[in-house]
């Protein structure tokens, strides 16, 4: 099974400001099969990134994703408000699909 | 629009049962994998089941031999029967389609059902 590792814990940033969330493998993830997601307080998660870099249907631009191997990193430019939330990773490119625990990105 | 209702949540005792439904909509559902992930209270996210459109299945271990997914796509719904129930299978599930082919990322997710496992 991948274990995916997700840092940091909690990141404090303000709006208008970088946000860089990484996402470590146990293993090689084949293909680049590492999608991201944001969840928000009571919703589901919502897909943001698959294949490693391609952003999902209306996802602004502002979130960019990149990586392959054993490492990913989720960005976002330029926070804005409605970002503050909890960002997962997953990959699929074998079985077990796993999640990382998730990064808190909170208001500074 | 593509939407997933899910169904059939509660309260249930340990070593009890419950089934669980998923109702598709928007798209044609016989084309895709669908899958069931869940997600403890104030936890992260756990990949429980999936299947195809003909029904070829994957389990995680945690749920090897208690759960069952299955689907009718006559009816375009997706059911998880969880036998067993254990204190740990409390949580809040979600169904979800495969976004791309047999690319297992999740898009998009139903609202999730809670299970709740307690005497």
């Known amino acids: 099974e991948i274990v995916l590792t997700q840092s940091p814990g909690t990141l404090s940033l303000s709006p208008g400001e970088r946000a860089t969330l990484s996402c470590r493998a146990s293993q090689s993830v084949s293909s680049s099969y590492l999608a991201w997601y944001q969840q928000k307080p009571g919703q589901a998660p919502k897909l943001l990134i698959y294949g490693a870099s391609s952003r999902a249907t209306g996802i602004p631009d502002r979130f960019s994703g990149r990586g392959s191997g054993t490492d990913f990193t989720l960005t976002i430019s330029r926070l804005e408000s409605e970002d503050f939330a909890v960002y997962y990773c997953?990959?699929?490119?074998?079985?077990?699909?796993?999640f990382g625990q998730g990064t808190k990105l909170e208001i500074k | 629009q593509v939407q997933l209702v899910e169904s059939g949540g509660g309260l249930v005792n340990p070593g009890g049962s419950l089934r669980l439904s998923c109702a598709a909509s928007g798209f044609t559902f016989s084309d895709y994998y669908m899958s069931w992930i869940r997600q403890a209270p104030g936890k992260g996210l756990e990949w429980i089941s999936y299947?195809?459109?003909?029904?070829?299945?994957n389990y995680a271990d945690s749920v090897k031999g208690r759960f069952t997914i299955s689907r009718d796509n006559a009816k375009n719904s997706l059911y998880l029967q969880m036998n067993s129930l254990r204190a740990e299978d409390t949580a809040v599930y979600y169904c979800?389609?495969?976004?791309?082919?047999?690319?297992?990322?999740?898009?998009?997710w139903g609202q999730g059902t809670l299970v709740t496992v307690s005497s």
């Open positions: 997953q990959q699929y490119g074998s079985s077990p699909y796993t």
């Open positions: 299947i195809s459109g003909s029904s070829y299945i």
């Open positions: 979800a389609r495969f976004g791309g082919g047999y690319e297992g990322w999740f898009d998009p």
